[in-house]
């Protein structure tokens, strides 16, 4: 692959970390929108940084209120706090991923619960550029994101016997159904296929399947059918063309998505967004730190530009955030400017100067 070794940009913009603030269309500033930007855990500062270049060289109306918090600062449960009154004050954030702190608790999955961010939406898509088994995938994993075996409802009831509790609401299995039904009919998706396992979890997996099948009646315009999970694991593998958007419970949701991520070229490329009543969340698709990899700028920061390159368009700014999707797909099919998990030997910086390339030679055509 042939790296670029340039300083971002005709400006002159340096690889220091940018500034911060993040936020919604609720709270704009001086013509701007401030978003919550966390770049939280391993490589997260480094892809943030990527994002914060890329959109002050593309002079983009937005700032970021960036709040530092990782597994160390968890520690004092007021920087949590802060964090989730921005989000809800700003409304709208882009996230890296926390680790599981000491004492560990999961604050991504607090995070969630304390801001309801309900719907997880993964999209794996195919590329050009990059080499796998398969082609031709476009599927949308949307996740239930605030129950299920993620509600951390687990105690021992005598020693050495512990129970972990499924928790499944009707209410939360509708609000999720109706969010993957009307989100086909509005990016003209033809089929939802539930995601569940209520051949065996019959109580749990068959409230959320009853109403996933309840909500379809609604819409008799798009195709509905229904898998148990390990089959649909099986058919990723072997078929994953088949699928459009895929609509299950908590925990389903992170193996599938994981796996069709895979799928197409791993973590490095896979965006996600998650969305509540009145905040929407911005984040790679995988949520993978690579503490390993910690301060060596070699990740790729392709999931995390995308997930900042949706959010622009969450924010009504499509113009940009379609323009920036363009220049990231076109590095990527292009494969001459790789990372190392494409088979390259580019670093973070080298990529995220290969997109401002791109982006110049899109805006001179």
Request: hydrophobic residues 40%; neutral net charge; glycine residues 8%.
């Amino acid at each position: 692959s042939r790296c670029i070794n340039a300083e971002y940009g005709s400006s002159g913009i340096n690889a220091e970390y940018g500034v911060s603030t993040a936020a919604a269309p609720r709270t704009k500033y001086g013509g701007k929108t401030t978003v919550t930007l966390i770049p939280g855990d391993g490589v997260g500062p480094e892809l943030a940084e990527s994002v914060t270049t890329i959109f002050k060289e593309m002079a983009v109306p937005v700032e970021f209120e960036m709040i530092d918090l990782n597994r160390e600062q968890l520690k004092d449960e007021g920087a949590f706090d802060y964090a989730i009154k921005s989000l809800k004050r700003n409304g709208v954030g882009l996230k890296g991923v926390i680790n599981r702190s000491a004492d560990f608790r999961h604050h991504n999955v607090e995070f969630r619960g304390n801001l309801d961010v309900y719907a997880n939406v993964v999209r794996c898509m195919s590329f050009e550029g990059i080499k796998t088994h398969h082609t031709g995938i476009d599927l949308i994993a949307i996740r239930e994101n605030t129950e299920g075996e993620y509600s951390c409802l687990e105690h021992e009831s005598v020693p050495g016997v512990v129970e972990s509790l499924k928790i499944i609401t009707r209410e939360k299995s509708m609000r999720i159904a109706k969010f993957a039904f009307d989100y086909a009919r509005e990016h003209n998706r033809k089929k939802v296929t539930c995601i569940h396992k209520a051949n065996i979890m019959k109580q749990s997996d068959g409230l959320f399947k009853a109403c996933c099948k309840e909500v379809s009646e609604d819409y008799p315009m798009i195709k509905y059918e229904e898998q148990i999970v390990d089959n649909t694991c099986q058919q990723l593998v072997i078929n994953p063309q088949q699928f459009d958007v895929m609509v299950m419970p908590n925990l389903y949701g992170n193996l599938v998505s994981n796996l069709a991520a895979g799928l197409v070229g791993g973590a490095g490329v896979v965006p996600s967004k998650s969305y509540g009543e009145n905040i929407a969340v911005f984040e790679p698709g995988a949520r993978h730190t690579w503490m390993e990899m910690k301060g060596m700028y070699v990740a790729n920061p392709s999931a995390m530009v995308l997930s900042g390159a949706f959010m622009l368009k969450h924010l009504q700014l499509h113009e940009a955030g379609d323009v920036l999707i363009k220049a990231v797909k076109r590095v990527i099919n292009r494969g001459e400017v790789r990372s190392r998990d494409l088979g390259g030997s580019c670093t973070t910086r080298e990529m995220t100067r290969a997109f401002l390339a791109e982006l110049d030679a899109i805006h001179s055509e």
